[in-house]
């Protein structure tokens, strides 16, 4: 042994090394078929369900850490692992096996005068980096969308999930190693100090992007801290908007399924916008709906007075993403106020129109600044399953590289590819 060898690795150090692991490693997934990769998710579901006791073991300690940490009921709900959990897991593996593989696909071509053929050809990003929160479960499905789309990834869970995670990833690594394929293209950063999320920011030579998925101060920490380009959405601050046009139990169905079906994610609905020609006709009719199913409504002036039992609402509630059974609502002139509203307070995630006007569908798509808008439909839709993506990554707010939810396309890039026959430039 050498004398520095004798010297235990440091945390920045340790993660140096598992992030330029992972750079060798994705050039090796890069060239992967996809009958190779999606016989290797195959194994991975039929190892997590065969290590179904093992799991459970082990998810107990960070249950157990948890309970002693104080966390919520709902936090431990979260966090725990039983057989069916541990079955959807594997079934999520399944699912990604049948997704088309988009690695190799040729988008576009074209013919240059000088006869030269040129095109663009779908390749893996490179190295993603995850940092997320609470659920052991994303730790499989992050791993299959990555590598079906021929990535290397580096995972960095919660702390209150730590033992599920290394356990997970120990499981999958195990079936790469049986499959020849390095074991570094999936890496799960092994212990908790906060000092790990920092080094990992920091690995711009060997990570390509940094998805960070989580509550909107783990994500501004990232952003804050990331020398890394970051995929992001830092909230779901979503908005309908009921049309003078506006079919009644239309506009009824969609607004109760947008805020109460799941009120706790980010594409649930958070302000309500109407129209003031169907303000006395309407409001009394969805504030008696919503308020039987315990929904609070925090409304302006205008809305109150067809609303008397609604809270007057403050600038503060235009912004909220509230993720209960709370509803902002305003009386809005018409689509241009509405669409204003919409673009100063919305947070680029999701907003619906419910119109019979199809002019004014129209310019709603074109003018609403959102990553997923909608004509006569819940905001519960703005989910990759939901729009045929399969499963998903995240859902992004940038615009830069993706914008929406992300599914097996979004994990890649495109480079240009060019057919000549000897042409040189003049």
């Known amino acids: 042994m050498s004398f520095l060898g004798r010297f235990p690795m440091t945390i920045a150090e340790k993660i140096r090394k598992i992030a330029a692991d992972a750079?060798?490693?994705?050039?090796?997934?890069?060239?992967?078929?996809?009958?190779?990769?999606?016989?290797?998710?195959?194994?991975?579901?039929?190892?997590?369900i065969n290590n179904t006791p093992h799991l459970v073991e082990e998810n107990a300690k960070d249950l157990s850490a948890g309970e002693k940490k104080g966390l919520?009921?709902?936090?431990?709900?979260?966090?725990?692992?039983?057989?069916?959990?541990?079955?959807?897991?594997?079934?999520?593996?399944?699912?990604?096996?049948?997704?088309?593989?988009?690695?190799?696909?040729?988008?576009?071509?074209?013919?240059?005068p000088n006869e030269l053929t040129v095109g663009k050809m779908r390749i893996p990003l490179g190295v993603i980096g995850?940092?997320?929160?609470?659920?052991?479960?994303?730790?499989?499905?992050?791993?299959?969308?990555?590598?079906?789309?021929?990535?290397?990834?580096?995972?960095?869970?919660?702390?209150?999930?730590?033992?599920?995670?290394?356990?997970?990833?120990?499981?999958?690594?195990?079936?790469?190693?049986?499959?020849?394929?390095?074991?570094?293209?999936?890496?799960?950063?092994?212990?908790?100090?906060?000092?790990?999320?920092?080094?990992?920011?920091?690995?711009?030579?060997?990570?390509?992007?940094?998805?960070?998925?989580?509550?909107?101060?783990?994500?501004?920490?990232?952003?804050?801290?990331?020398?890394?380009?970051?995929?992001?959405?830092?909230?779901?601050?979503?908005?309908?908007?009921?049309?003078?046009?506006?079919?009644?139990?239309?506009?009824?169905?969609?607004?109760?399924?947008?805020?109460?079906?799941?009120?706790?994610?980010?594409?649930?609905l958070e302000t309500l916008l109407i129209h003031k020609d169907v303000a006395e006709t309407f409001i009394p009719r969805i504030f008696e709906t919503l308020a039987a199913l315990k929904v609070e409504m925090r409304g302006d002036d205008c809305f109150r007075q067809f609303a008397p039992g609604a809270t007057p609402a403050t600038e503060e509630d235009w912004h909220a993403e509230y993720l209960d059974l709370i509803l902002a609502a305003r009386v809005v002139d018409d689509m241009d106020e509405a669409i204003a509203h919409i673009n100063k307070y919305g947070s680029l995630h999701t907003e619906a129109i419910i119109t019979s006007d199809y002019g004014n569908s129209q310019r709603f798509l074109r003018e609403v600044n959102s990553s997923v808008v909608l004509v006569n439909a819940s905001t519960r839709f703005s989910d990759g399953n939901q729009l045929g993506l399969g499963a998903e990554i995240g859902i992004s707010t940038t615009k830069l590289h993706s914008f929406g939810p992300m599914g097996l396309e979004d994990l890649t890039t495109t480079k240009f590819i060019v057919y000549g026959e000897g042409q040189v430039r003049p």
């Not at 078929?33 to 194994?43: G, Q, T, V, Y």
């Not at 049948?98 to 071509?109: A, K, N, Q, S, Y």
Request: one cysteine or more.
């Open 130 to 268: 995850i940092i997320y929160e609470s659920r052991p479960n994303v730790t499989a499905d992050a791993a299959a969308l990555c590598l079906k789309a021929g990535n290397a990834v580096v995972l960095r869970g919660g702390s209150e999930a730590i033992y599920s995670n290394v356990a997970i990833a120990r499981i999958l690594q195990d079936e790469m190693r049986k499959d020849g394929i390095p074991v570094a293209a999936l890496s799960v950063i092994p212990f908790v100090e906060r000092e790990g999320v920092t080094e990992m920011l920091k690995q711009e030579e060997f990570i390509d992007v940094i998805i960070p998925r989580g509550g909107e101060s783990l994500i501004r920490f990232v952003v804050e801290h990331s020398k890394i380009p970051v995929i992001k959405h830092y909230k779901g601050v979503c908005h309908v908007f009921v049309d003078a046009s506006a079919d009644f139990d239309m506009a009824e169905r969609i607004i109760v399924n947008s805020k109460t079906q799941r009120p706790g994610v980010c594409n649930a």
């Open 72 to 112: 919520s009921a709902a936090m431990l709900d979260r966090l725990m692992l039983d057989e069916a959990r541990i079955k959807a897991m594997a079934d999520g593996l399944r699912e990604v096996v049948g997704l088309p593989d988009p690695v190799g696909e040729v988008t576009r071509m074209w013919k240059r």
């Open 23 to 48: 750079r060798q490693a994705s050039l090796a997934m890069a060239r992967l078929s996809s009958a190779a990769k999606n016989e290797l998710l195959m194994n991975m579901a039929m190892a997590l």
